[in-house]
T-cell receptor
C-alpha cells in the first residue's frame, strides 16, 4: 500500500541555518504530494504542494521538488527563523489512498535564537 | 472565507461512554474527512464523506462512525470509549472537484478518556 517515510526528529537548528527534511514515498499511481505544518496546539496547515513530477512547491521561503525518479519530496529552507518551530508532515494522496491523505510520522523542528 | 471549525475543542470522557464531535467545513466544500492523531500512531485516516455519503473508510473498529448533513457539516461518534481513543481528532474539508484535492484542516478536538 501507499506510504510516506520522513526523517525522524527532533531537529534543532540555530536561527538562519539551512533546513532539509527528507521525505520519500511509495505509491500505487502518480500521487500528489504535500507538506503540512502543525504549530503547538493547532491543527494542520497546508504549507506547499506539488501535483506532478518535477513540480516545485514553494511558500514562506520553503521549497520542495517532486522527484519521481527518487520518489522523494524533500522540504528545504535556506534560512530558518524561530517562528518556523513546529512539526512538519509530508503527505501523499492518490488512487491507492482513494484520494485521502497518507501522512509521514512528522518531524519536529526547533529553532534556537 | 471562514476556515474549518470543530466543536468542542476539548473533551474529557470516561471509559465506556460515547462522544460526538462536530465539524463545519469551509463554505462550498463538499468533502469532509476525519483523522485521528496520536503520539504513537501519528495521523490516521478515519473516514470521508461527500454529499452525505461515506465514500472511504480507514482501518478503525465499528465503534467509530460518522455522518454528514445536507449542509456538509459532519459529525463523528465514538461509542464505548476506550483509553486508547484519547487523541486529537482532526477534521479536514476539500472541494473535491477532482479526484485529488488539497485538504484544509480544523484546529481539532482533543479527546481525553479517563
Amino acid at each position: 500500500g501507499d506510504s510516506v517515510t520522513q526523517m525522524e526528529g527532533p531537529v534543532t537548528l540555530s536561527e538562519e541555518a539551512c533546513l532539509t527534511i527528507n521525505c520519500t514515498y511509495t505509491a500505487t499511481g502518480y500521487p500528489s504530494l504535500f507538506w503540512y505544518v502543525q504549530y503547538p496546539g493547532e491543527g494542520l496547515q497546508l504549507l506547499l504542494k506539488a501535483t506532478k513530477a518535477d513540480d516545485k512547491g514553494s511558500n514562506k521561503g520553503f521549497e520542495a521538488t517532486y522527484r519521481k525518479e527518487t520518489t522523494s519530496f524533500h522540504l528545504e529552507k535556506g534560512s530558518v527563523q524561530v517562528s518556523d518551530s513546529a512539526v512538519y508532515f509530508c503527505a501523499l494522496s492518490d488512487v491507492g489512498s482513494q484520494g485521502n491523505l497518507i501522512f509521514g510520522k512528522g518531524t519536529k523542528l526547533s529553532v534556537k535564537p | 472565507k471562514a476556515g474549518v471549525t470543530q466543536t468542542p475543542r476539548y473533551l474529557i470522557k470516561t471509559r465506556g461512554q460515547q462522544v460526538t464531535l462536530s465539524c463545519s467545513p469551509i463554505s462550498g466544500h463538499r468533502s469532509v474527512s476525519w483523522y485521528q492523531q496520536t503520539p504513537g500512531q501519528g495521523l490516521q485516516f478515519l473516514f470521508e464523506y461527500f454529499s452525505e455519503t461515506q465514500r472511504n473508510k480507514g482501518n478503525f473498529p465499528g465503534r467509530f462512525s460518522g455522518r454528514q448533513f445536507s449542509n456538509s457539516r459532519s459529525e463523528m461518534n465514538v461509542s464505548t470509549l476506550e483509553l486508547g481513543d484519547s487523541a486529537l481528532y482532526l477534521c479536514a474539508s476539500s472541494y473535491k472537484q477532482g479526484f485529488v484535492d488539497e485538504q484544509y484542516f480544523g484546529p481539532g478536538t482533543r479527546l481525553t478518556v479517563t
